[in-house]
């Protein structure tokens, strides 16, 4: 079943959370101008707030402030986040949904070595924030690849892909490119020596 915008409209209104879709909009891109809250502390996150990623996480609120604090992206890439596509879940009212295209220039000398000069796209990610009641943001996820075959950093999304997009990356399989596993492959291999058994 299709849900049309009335229905989402709807079932948004009947959900009764206290903010409407177009305030936890702006809520959200303040938040994501605001540097995640870091320069301030975290003001902007819940005591519960946690932090997710495809691999990474979940974050309590000290250990993100801590994490982006002593990694500091901005101080080696300059990044146009191109963020759009800002909606708010009907079965999460809570939740606003955005879409987020990266491009990335390694343009500065800082803690990855001298830059590189490279300028590379990464994949369309879906990325996510949640807010509670008094309107402090209680989830936070990033970096979930829409299309692995699109850009410049091995289908990699968030920092493993800035990583690997100037051949840093980390020395694990979550940070490389994703590759068919040795199962994966058998049981393509019966599946299709199981096929043209049939079809013989």
Same mark, same amino acid.
């Given at each position: 079943?299709?849900?049309?915008?009335?229905?989402?409209?709807?079932?948004?209104?009947?959900?009764?959370?206290?903010?409407?879709?177009?305030?936890?909009?702006?809520?959200?891109?303040?938040?994501?101008?605001?540097?995640?809250?870091?320069?301030?502390?975290?003001?902007?996150?819940?005591?519960?707030?946690?932090?997710?990623?495809?691999?990474? +996480? @979940?974050? !309590?609120?000290?250990? $993100?402030?801590?994490?982006?604090? /002593?990694?500091? %992206?901005?101080?080696?890439?300059?990044?146009?986040?191109?963020?759009?596509?800002?909606?708010?879940?009907?079965?999460?009212?809570?939740?606003?949904?955005?879409?987020?295209?990266?491009?990335?220039?390694?343009?500065?000398?800082?803690?990855? +070595? @001298?830059? !590189?000069?490279?300028? $590379?796209?990464?994949?369309?990610? /879906?990325?996510? %924030?949640?807010?509670?009641?008094?309107?402090?943001?209680?989830?936070?996820?990033?970096?979930?690849?829409?299309?692995?075959?699109?850009?410049?950093?091995?289908?990699?999304?968030?920092?493993?892909?800035?990583?690997?997009?100037?051949?840093? +990356?980390?020395?694990?399989?979550?940070?490389?490119?994703?590759?068919?596993?040795?199962?994966?492959?058998?049981?393509?291999?019966?599946?299709?020596?199981?096929?043209?058994?049939?079809?013989?």
């Amino acid at each position: 079943m299709f849900l049309e915008p009335d229905q989402v409209d709807a079932m948004i209104k009947d959900a009764g959370f206290e903010k409407t879709p177009e305030e936890l909009i702006v809520m959200a891109k303040d938040f994501l101008a605001s540097g995640f809250s870091i320069p301030s502390g975290g003001d902007m996150l819940a005591p519960s707030f946690e932090f997710a990623g495809p691999v990474v +996480g @979940p974050l !309590t609120k000290s250990e $993100f402030i801590r994490a982006l604090s /002593s990694f500091k %992206i901005g101080e080696s890439f300059t990044i146009s986040e191109r963020q759009y596509d800002f909606r708010v879940d009907p079965f999460e009212p809570n939740r606003v949904w955005f879409t987020t295209r990266p491009l990335v220039k390694h343009d500065k000398n800082g803690p990855l +070595g @001298p830059a !590189t000069g490279k300028i $590379f796209e990464a994949p369309p990610q /879906s990325c996510s %924030i949640c807010f509670n009641k008094e309107g402090k943001v209680t989830q936070f996820t990033i970096g979930y690849v829409m299309d692995r075959r699109i850009g410049d950093t091995g289908g990699l999304g968030g920092i493993f892909g800035l990583l690997y997009a100037i051949d840093k +990356g980390l020395p694990f399989p979550e940070a490389q490119p994703w590759e068919m596993s040795n199962q994966y492959k058998l049981f393509n291999f019966i599946q299709g020596f199981l096929s043209k058994l049939q079809g013989s």
